[in-house]
């Protein structure tokens, strides 16, 4: 099987790109990643001579170049991870995730289209979306797979939009698609713009934790690794044309998850317990701040037998030793040094 990655060197996209390269050898592993500001090659340093992987510099917002691409290299499968993905960043430039977000998941959808034909067999169309498609819920209340879509930042609208352009492909076109919405990732190698990743580093050089509001704003988490596994699961057992919610089960307030990563980090550093939480910052909220985010992945576990294999109090633990111990991956990350690691590849 040849198979397309896309958005392989994000944070997401490597741990996938990683699984699917040390489990099939018989997969020929293609991750085309535009290595914006959050892709990078040192995520897969590991793998990046494997005789199974390939990289591909290349941008999905450019049509030709992804007729190109498709055409030239005939791919089977493709496991789309590619997009803008910061709610802050879209309020203030909601057009770039409208460019990679919409535009490039329907030059994708084009190209499969083109390819494939008519002879759709052993040929798939994974998209991966978020549970912020859905909205916002109450105090009550889980987010399923027939729950309509509500979405409320720019970010969530743009992946709505190109989670109805998959589903419209495989209605209009026939194309062969799964899709999957997942709840809040963290783990190691995730960009810094992110709360763990972000609070974690703030902590080591004593600056400020900013919690927007008043901190009680409710998320599920969902252990990197473990999504990585569902999407394999998905990839090779899931229905056709089926959507798969997956979460962690890990319902937490920020507040309580600050608190929480406080606490371990003051432990793990050696400082006083309290040192940390002392650094926490209340700021004004964000504009179209969703309450409350909840999956319910009883679908995927009756299924397809997936669920968590990590706490996430476990899971933050793993979290903060990675980050601790690969402070030469942070600094990179942070100062932007990274950037130069593919012009020596």
């Known amino acids: 099987m040849t198979l397309l990655i896309t958005g392989g060197a994000g944070f997401i996209g490597s741990h996938v790109v990683r699984l699917f390269v040390n489990t099939y050898p018989n997969h020929t592993v293609f991750n085309l990643d535009a290595l914006t500001y959050a892709g990078n090659l040192e995520n897969l340093k590991d793998v990046e001579h494997q005789q199974n992987y390939r ?11 992804v007729d190109r691409l498709f055409k030239e290299q005939q791919f089977d499968a493709v496991i789309h991870l590619a997009a803008e993905s910061h709610v802050d960043r879209s309020i203030s430039d909601p057009l770039a995730f409208v460019k990679t977000n919409i535009i490039g998941t329907v030059n994708l959808l084009n190209a499969a289209k083109v390819l494939w034909g008519d002879d759709f067999n052993g040929k798939l169309f994974y ?55 997942c709840s809040n990732n963290y783990g190691p190698h995730q960009f810094p713009e992110k709360l763990i990743p972000l609070f974690i580093n703030n902590i080591v050089n004593n600056k400020p934790l ?25 990839f090779h ?109």
């Not at 549970?131 to 105090?139: C, H, K, N, Q, R």
């Not at 006083?272 to 964000?286: A, E, M, Q, Y």
């Open 55 to 65: 990289f591909i510099k290349g941008d999905i917002t450019d049509g030709a170049f």
């Open 210 to 234: 900013p919690v927007y509001g008043d901190g009680n704003y409710t998320r599920d988490w969902l252990y990197v690794m473990d999504h990585a596994k569902a999407i394999d699961l998905i």
């Open 127 to 181: 998209h991966i979306s978020t549970d912020e498609v859905y909205g916002t819920l109450g105090a009550t209340g889980l987010f399923t797979e027939k729950t309509s879509y509500d979405p409320n930042s720019p970010y969530s609208a743009s992946k709505a939009s190109s989670d109805h352009f998959v589903r419209a492909y495989g209605e209009t076109y026939g194309l062969p698609y799964v899709i999957s919405n």
């Open 237 to 345: 057992k899931g229905k056709l044309k089926e959507t798969y919610n997956i979460g962690g089960f890990n319902e937490w307030k920020n507040i309580d998850l600050v608190t929480l990563l406080c606490e371990q980090m003051d432990l793990k550093l050696g400082r006083p317990l309290g040192t940390s939480k002392g650094l926490i910052t209340f700021v004004k909220d964000r504009p179209g701040h969703d309450l409350r985010y909840a999956i319910d992945a009883s679908k995927i576990k009756k299924e397809l037998g997936w669920q968590p294999s990590v706490s996430f109090e476990e899971g933050l633990s793993k979290t903060i030793d990675w980050y601790l111990q690969n402070e030469t991956w942070l600094n990179h990350v942070t100062s932007g040094s990274y950037q130069a690691y593919y012009e020596k590849q």
